[in-house]
């Protein structure tokens, strides 16, 4: 049977077992994006836009996520997310990929959600108040882009999470895991880096990720004007070979 073609009850069903609601999921028809073989959309944000995810790749591989656009004026990066969702197929791990992360910050070019909250500040992991660029809202986990992200991570469990940030230009190596970090600066080219916040990053993504499983998650920053030709054609194929994944 081709995929396309499943019945409603399966496709219920596949929705119902990895804890995705049934009317946001979606098996992908014969004439969509080639390389998505699942599409959920996981939240909603303050204003009510979806929160997207697709999954690329084969089961049974290394689950990976990556993720772009937390921050509204950071969207270079959803381009290597985007390259890999709409071109061939990915052989060789089993990708989930979340480009647009803050929606409204988005279609705003503003840092911060619809709230003026920095979602990179609002995860219940050293959450402080915090105030100016990095408001953190007015409780851990008070806005509904960050707990449709955790409620997802919950769900997946992703071995390892990359983050994309701007405009650092570096791979964060004060992490969970120095030697995947080395790794993935060597891949993408970027230079190692501390991102230590000048000090403690409080109610970060990343740092919640860390402390509650057992996978790991990276922060990767690019500068703030990377080529598109990097974002759309080099990058993707750079994070793929961290994994000695492909496309066909």
Partial sequence: MRLGTLPTTLSLGIALAVGLAAPSYAVRAPDERPAVVQKAVIGKSVQGRPIKAFRLGERGKTKVLLISTMHGDENDTHRILTSLRDRRPIHGLNLWVLPVYNPDGLARGTRKNAHEVDLNRNFPYRWADLDGSYESGPRAGSEPETRAVMKFLKKIRPRWII??????????????????????????????????????????????????????????????????????????????????????
């Fill in 163 to 248: 983050s994309f940030h701007q405009p650092l230009n570096g791979v964060d190596t004060d992490t969970k895991d120095e030697r995947f970090a080395a790794r993935v600066a060597d891949r993408l080219n970027l230079p190692r880096k501390s991102f230590t916040c000048g000090g403690v990053c409080h109610g970060t993504m990343t740092g919640w990720y860390n402390h509650h499983f057992r996978g790991a998650a990276l922060t990767v920053e690019y500068g703030s004007n990377p080529p598109r030709r990097l974002m759309q054609r080099i990058a993707p194929r750079q994070v793929l070979s961290i994994w000695g994944a492909h496309r066909r």
